[in-house]
């Protein structure tokens, strides 16, 4: 069953959320992997009872990544790590149900988003992503087969008090007559991609008035790193395949200048010399384009002493032109993610307006589906790799 995107079932949903705020039950719904080799099955498991340092959330909806599938199946495109059984999952938007008695500001009730990138306390550079990716150290494995195993394709689920960020709600999703945005609550699910794109953005310090390369900027994540770089003031150069999907993207924004990707190196470094002084390029590969030239045209095109943020998903090495970069004094800086303090930052961002979500951004929610419907929230994914969608308990 995939529910319709209208504001009407936004508010009917929201509301039935509020109104059942109760006990946390004893069980609940949840998307369960148990093997690789067979597809995620809806199962009743125990609930996840709250502790000190915790918070149970009663989820709304979760959203679904375009290369899910991939990751729960025994693909060789994402072969990530994790233990199983899995509740699967990435970041979400719901309510507080209830929360350790450490808590001194989240209150059962609130509207938060569930940051899916979880920290370790004793050492903030371990981490590993919930439902996704346990990550290659002790650490972060102890993390996710431990106190934090199961993730958010469920009806609760059970988070650090640091990742679930309270939502100003009036603000986000109400009337524009009442000083709201409104914002559909699954036009949210794009904050999971924005997040990425800004932790890597601030980690080079991207500046107002600045000119960025975006590389490739028609995916999922490369498209909302161009949001987030025009919302931080930036000139974005918005390199891609997709002559079409670039067109779109410039359409709808003054700064966004765009340059096609044709795999021949001299060819796209003639077409970024052409804008002049470019300070920095964000690269957010995928896995399989590790044969590309754009990453070395773009480093090529930079200006002496410019930056380069590396979140691309490469497994391999990557050719990269040495004697340049040493002699131009550039800054490669590798980022994972983002941190606590950028996923606030990126919220006040959203509440104050300065950066769009949705169809606003260009990024349009492409459905909302059920629990049970899980595979075919996955396959539409695939196909609108651009677009957010959510699985709804």
Not at 28 to 40: C, D, G, I, N, Y
Not at 139 to 158: C, F, I, N, P, V
Not at 272 to 300: E, M, V, W
Request: net charge neutral; glycine share 10%.
């Amino acid at each position: 069953m995939q529910w319709k995107s209208t504001k009407e079932t936004t508010t009917i949903l929201l509301k039935t959320a509020m109104a059942t705020e109760q006990p946390v039950p004893k069980t609940h719904r949840a998307l369960v992997l148990t093997s690789r080799a067979e597809k995620p099955q809806v199962q009743t498991i125990p609930t996840p009872q709250v502790g000190p340092g915790s918070a149970v959330i009663r989820i709304i909806q979760a959203g679904v990544l375009s290369y899910h599938r991939d990751i729960y199946s025994e693909s060789k495109e994402r072969p990530y790590p994790f233990p199983l059984p899995l509740v699967t999952g990435v970041s979400a938007v719901g309510r507080i149900a209830a929360v350790g008695s450490d808590a001194t500001s989240l209150k059962p009730g609130q509207l938060v988003f569930v940051d899916s990138y979880i920290h370790a306390r004793d050492n903030p550079s371990v981490g590993f992503l919930s439902g996704i990716h346990e990550g290659y150290t002790s650490g972060s494995q102890t993390l996710m087969r431990g106190e934090w195993k199961d993730s958010t394709h469920a009806e609760y689920a059970k988070m650090p008090l640091e990742n679930c960020h309270a939502l100003d709600e009036d603000r986000i999703l109400g009337s524009p007559d009442k000083g709201g945005l409104g914002y559909l609550v699954e036009e949210l699910a794009a904050l999971t991609k924005m997040a990425v794109a800004y932790g890597g953005l601030d980690d080079i310090n991207l500046k107002a008035g600045e000119t960025i390369i975006v590389a490739p900027a028609t995916g999922a994540f490369g498209g909302a790193a161009v949001e987030v770089a025009v919302a931080m003031g930036a000139r974005v150069i918005a390199m891609g395949r997709n002559l079409d999907v670039l067109k779109s993207i410039a359409a709808r924004h003054e700064r966004v200048d765009i340059v096609q990707m044709t795999g021949n190196l001299e060819t796209e470094l003639d077409s970024l010399r052409k804008f002049g002084n470019i300070d920095a390029c964000y690269d957010i590969s995928p896995p399989f384009a590790g044969q590309s030239t754009h990453l070395k045209s773009s480093i090529l095109a930079l200006r002496h002493g410019g930056r380069v943020s590396l979140m691309g998903g490469f497994r391999g090495d990557v050719p990269m032109p040495y004697s340049q970069i040493m002699h131009n004094n550039l800054l490669l800086r590798g980022k994972w993610m983002y941190d606590n303090t950028q996923m606030k930052a990126l919220i006040k961002m959203v509440e104050t307006g300065v950066l769009k979500l949705g169809e606003r951004a260009g990024l349009k929610c492409a459905g909302k589906f059920v629990l049970e419907d899980s595979e075919a929230a996955f396959t539409k994914a695939e196909n609108y790799p651009r677009a957010s969608l959510v699985l709804i308990p």
